[in-house]
């Protein structure tokens, strides 16, 4: 599926920088997602946003600031993170169907924090 | 809240067929879905069940019994680029809830 575009694919910060990461979705969905993923981990949500307005946020952390300025782009901005926080950190967009509403992810960006 | 069990790894021959299984226990249920995801790669949709019953795709089919919270995804005609993890997720039945619970993923290795 590449409908969903994610950049940059690889992220390589120190603990004090200031990134971010980007989605965007060409398939006209009107809810986008970010997930993480851990090694050994199943995906975890960290934000969802429909028709640009953040509905759910899954007790993440401060220092990942989610942004979303229309239905298809997504950023996450990162500051000050950790080495714990390194992962693959997924995008996914859907469109409410009122039933099933399957979700498309994108490739990822796999980050890592020294 | 969602608890999701499936398999940590599975090993099948090639031209088999292969059973994965997702147990779950949820507050609220609103669908199944199971994703394939290759190393490095995003998940990629597979099935979708929300009803009782067998859903089949080609060479995959996926079944549902809610009453048991239980899944599972069959896999015929083993081919060696079925090697993935194969993630379980379920959908919360609480409205305006949209987003999955995932399961651990089960890594299948199809062997020649």
């Known amino acids: 599926e590449t409908g969903v575009t994610q950049t940059p694919r690889h992220l390589v910060m120190g603990m004090t920088n200031k990134k971010s990461l980007k989605c965007e979705q060409h398939l006209g969905h009107n809810a986008m997602y970010w997930y993480k993923q851990s090694a050994k981990k199943p995906l975890e949500l960290m934000f969802v946003?429909?028709?640009?307005?953040?509905?759910e946020n899954n007790s993440v952390p401060s220092r990942f600031s989610p942004e979303c300025p229309n239905s298809s782009h997504l950023f996450l901005h990162l500051h000050t993170l950790q080495p714990e926080d390194s992962a693959l950190y997924l995008c996914?967009?859907?469109?409410?169907?009122?039933?099933?509403?399957?979700?498309?992810f994108g490739p990822g960006t796999r980050l890592l924090v020294l | 809240g969602q608890n999701i069990d499936q398999p940590t790894e599975m090993t099948a021959t090639e031209g088999a067929i292969v059973q994965i299984n997702c147990t779950y226990q949820?507050?609220?249920?609103?669908?199944l879905f199971w994703y394939q995801q290759h190393a490095g790669e995003a998940p990629t949709f597979l099935s979708y069940n929300v009803l009782d019953g067998l859903e089949e795709k080609g060479r995959f089919s996926s079944f549902l019994s809610r009453s048991k919270g239980y899944s599972y995804l069959l896999l015929k005609e083993l081919q060696m680029k079925d090697s993935a993890s194969y993630l379980c997720?379920?959908?919360?039945?609480?409205?305006?809830?949209?987003?999955?619970?995932f399961g651990s993923g089960t890594r299948l290795q199809v062997q020649p």
């Open positions: 949820t507050s609220g249920f609103n669908g």
């Open positions: 997720a379920v959908r919360d039945a609480h409205p305006g809830r949209r987003a999955l619970t």
């Open positions: 946003y429909s028709l640009e307005e953040r509905v």
């Open positions: 996914a967009s859907s469109q409410s169907t009122g039933g099933g509403e399957t979700q498309y």
